[in-house]
């Protein structure tokens, strides 16, 4: 690590860690190397449209999309639901995942809707270092004041393979749809971005229904000063 990132952790990041004042955002780099159920590591967008429709005895074509493999598939397979669910469901995790139940963070926020998270937690929990009450949200839950007192959200922001029928955003359509509804933890997020202390990890923020609740934010309340996120 270079001296100059040292520095932005003891200087800037060390001590809103300690009072509680960062949000971590998580995407697929963060549990990339994680073995499924299948013994393969978790599937990213292109593996899992093309084993999804190779278990329908098809092949994807140039313009195949994961939502268009996603609704074939599902249609297609009576035991959908365990094959999907066996591509994002672990049984461990490593070390350093389960450390960031260590941390008092704000939030807990990631685009995976595999089940790393709940089963860092759950590992987490039978260690005396872990740094509170976490409480696990979907997407489409209403972030309801009263629900996160003494508690640290963690949000599944498009979906998780512990809830099927709650749908999952993995494809243009489904983040235009999502653009178009008012969702709490997506404004919440917004909100955060917008004002500053978030740690992304794994995460290249391509994300267009972030971009539309970050501009609809700015639109309400503008913005102030440059916030700082890493």
Request: proline share 3%; net charge negative.
């Amino acid at each position: 690590m270079k001296e100059a990132d040292k520095e932005v952790l003891r200087t800037q990041i060390a001590p809103l860690l300690n009072r509680g004042e960062l949000s971590l955002l998580l995407g697929a780099g963060f549990s990339i190397e994680n073995t499924s159920l299948n013994n393969t590591t978790l599937p990213g967008g292109e593996a899992l449209k093309r084993l999804l429709l190779e278990a329908c005895g098809k092949t994807p074509g140039a313009k195949t999309t994961l939502k268009d493999a996603y609704q074939y598939a599902k249609g297609k397979l009576p035991n959908f639901d365990d094959i999907f669910s066996s591509c994002f469901t672990v049984n461990d995790v490593f070390p350093w995942q389960r450390k960031i139940f260590e941390y008092v963070w704000s939030r807990i926020y990631t685009t995976n809707v595999d089940n790393v998270l709940n089963v860092s937690h759950a590992q987490a929990s039978g260690s005396k270092s872990i740094s509170g009450e976490f409480k696990f949200f979907n997407y489409i839950d209403e972030g309801l004041v009263s629900e996160t007192i003494g508690t640290i959200p963690v949000i599944t922001i498009h979906g998780t393979c512990l809830q099927f029928s709650s749908g999952f955003v993995f494809s243009s359509l489904e983040y235009a749809k999502q653009t178009n509804r008012l969702l709490d933890w997506h404004n919440d997020l917004a909100s955060r971005i917008i004002a500053g202390g978030v740690i992304v990890v794994g995460n290249q923020l391509e994300e267009s229904d972030f971009d539309s609740y970050i501009v609809r934010r700015r639109e309400l309340y503008g913005t102030h000063g440059s916030p700082s996120n890493w």
